[in-house]
């Protein structure tokens, strides 16, 4: 009698953020088994499709919980190779937010170690947590290899930059020490259906600073299913290490911002068209070589 072979089941926390949900999306389509861990401030709206999913999706388990609760992660990981982790605050950002996405994120990297099946950890950070620096505007390249400056992300109050950059470190610093693999997707702005209903604070809070990140040559969006996709990814490609920088697009026009502001109308202010005709081209200094590597093997349609 020939073996079966035992299907694949990972796990998406917290999967009912925006980035989470289009992430389990695609393991399903792809046909992977997928554990759902949502947490009770997760966004309402994604929370209820994800329930509907599950209600004619075999391949889905929902798992409810806390990220300040260890063991709750562990339930969820249970049979698990990898985790796609996709911390997000629905509430917003404040210095105390901060601390508590650290803690959560702590506790994430955690489990996974002490959980046998976990091969690797899919960790979804943000390109804010590379580009904010006193002396960014001096650099000619920025790539995988640049943090930000949490002393400067307090100090202009980036409270989503700061949140994204002490976690990501506080995760590579105890991934490392425990010996678990490891890998960060560091996403520019996210776009794509219905953002701006279902990801208003995260998208908000990201452009803070929207008009440096500009004039610097630091503002990138990505589409959603293209993101998901590289997360994915990065799981299956066993060679895949360390960062990677993803996005689709550096802003660096007026009528390239005019653009943006538009496919996140209403949620931010259009400017008048007329303030658009201005022909100023900055310098685009976000580099992602990693990433062009990566994605050689999706569809063209995606990249």
Not at 142 to 154: M, Y
Request: charged share 25%.
């Amino acid at each position: 009698m020939a073996h079966e072979e035992k299907p694949t089941t990972v796990c998406v926390l917290d999967a009912s953020t925006y980035v989470g949900f289009w992430i389990l999306k695609r393991l399903l389509n792809k046909g992977y088994f997928v554990h759902a861990a949502i947490q009770n401030n997760g966004e309402k709206a994604i929370e209820k499709q994800i329930k509907e999913i599950e209600k004619v999706e075999e391949k889905l388990v929902l798992f409810n919980v806390d990220v300040l609760d260890y063991q709750s992660i562990l339930v969820a990981l249970k049979d698990c190779c990898a985790l796609f982790c996709c911390l997000d605050s629905p509430d917003g950002y404040d210095d105390k937010m901060v601390d508590l996405e650290v803690r959560g994120a702590i506790n994430v990297v955690e489990a996974c170690a002490q959980t046998d099946s976990i091969q690797k950890l899919v960790f979804s950070s943000s390109l804010t947590a590379a580009i904010w620096r006193e002396d960014i505007c001096s650099e000619k390249d920025v790539d995988e290899r640049s943090w930000s400056n949490q002393d400067f992300c307090r100090k202009l109050k980036l409270w989503y930059a700061l949140a994204k950059t002490l976690s990501e470190q506080a995760a590579w610093a105890l991934a490392m020490d425990r010996l678990l693999c490891m890998v960060s997707i560091n996403a520019g702005l996210v776009l794509g259906p219905a953002v701006t209903q279902q990801n208003p604070q995260s998208t908000m809070f990201y452009l803070e600073g929207a008009a440096q990140m500009y004039e610097n040559g630091v503002l990138a969006f990505v589409d959603v299913n293209f993101l998901a996709d590289v997360h994915i990814r990065a799981f299956e490609d066993r060679s895949t290490s360390g960062r990677y920088f993803c996005f689709n697009q550096i802003v660096n026009t007026e009528e390239e911002a005019f653009k943006l502001a538009q496919s996140l109308s209403p949620l931010i202010p259009l400017p008048p068209r007329h303030e658009c005709q201005g022909s100023e081209v900055y310098a685009e200094r976000l580099k992602a070589k990693k990433l062009s590597k990566l994605v050689e093997a999706l569809p063209v349609s995606l990249i």
